[in-house]
C-alpha cells in the first residue's frame, strides 16, 4: 500500500479543471467495469468464473487507485457516479443473460474502450511521475483482459 500524500494542484485553473476531469472519467469507468464483471459472474466453479472475480478484483484496485488520487489533490468524485454505476449494472446482467460468448465479447469491447481513455487521459495532463506510472500500469491490466477474453473466446470456436 502506498503513502498517502497531498498532491499540489496547479495554479492555472485550465490545468486544474484537466487533471479533475480526467481523474473523475478514470474514477467513474472503474466503477462501471468493477459492476459489469460482478454482474457477470455466476455461480459455476469454472475457470472463466475464477477469472471474472479476478478481474473485478483488479478493477476495484483501478477504482481506489482514483478515488484515493482524487482526495489526494482535494477533490471529490463525480456526483453523477451512480450512472456509471447503473451501466455497469445493466451491463453485466444484460451480458450474462445472453450468455459466455457474450460476457466475453463485452469484456473485450469495454477493456478495449477503457485502453483509449488511458491514452487519451495519459496524453491530456502533464501526470507527477508515480500517478502515470499508475495509470499506466492500470492500463497494462486492461490490456491483460483483452488478451484473456480472447483467448477464452478462441478457445470456445
Not at 474514477?27 to 455461480?43: C, D, F, K, R, S
Not at 491490466?141 to 477464452?152: A, M
Request: charged letters at 25%; proline letters at 3%; hydrophobic letters at 40%.
Amino acid at each position: 500500500m502506498k503513502p498517502i500524500r497531498w498532491r499540489d494542484q496547479s495554479s492555472v485553473p485550465s490545468e486544474r479543471r484537466v487533471l479533475r476531469k480526467n481523474l473523475r472519467v478514470l474514477h467513474q469507468l472503474e466503477i462501471m467495469a468493477v459492476n459489469i464483471y460482478q454482474y457477470q459472474i455466476g455461480t459455476e466453479r469454472t475457470d472463466l468464473q475464477r477469472e471474472l472475480i479476478e478481474a473485478m478484483q483488479v478493477e476495484m484496485r483501478h477504482t481506489q487507485d482514483f478515488q484515493v488520487a482524487l482526495f489526494e489533490y482535494g477533490l471529490k468524485p463525480s456526483p453523477t457516479r451512480w450512472a456509471y454505476w447503473l451501466m455497469g449494472w445493466f451491463l453485466g446482467v444484460f451480458s450474462r443473460i445472453r450468455g459466455i460468448r457474450a460476457v466475453l465479447r463485452m469484456g473485450i469491447w469495454v477493456e478495449s474502450k477503457a485502453v483509449d481513455h488511458y491514452t487519451e487521459i495519459l496524453a491530456a495532463c502533464d501526470w507527477e511521475p508515480d500517478l502515470r506510472a499508475v495509470i499506466e500500469h492500470n492500463q497494462n491490466d486492461e490490456y491483460h483482459h483483452i488478451e484473456l477474453w480472447q483467448k477464452f473466446l478462441q478457445a470456445m470456436e
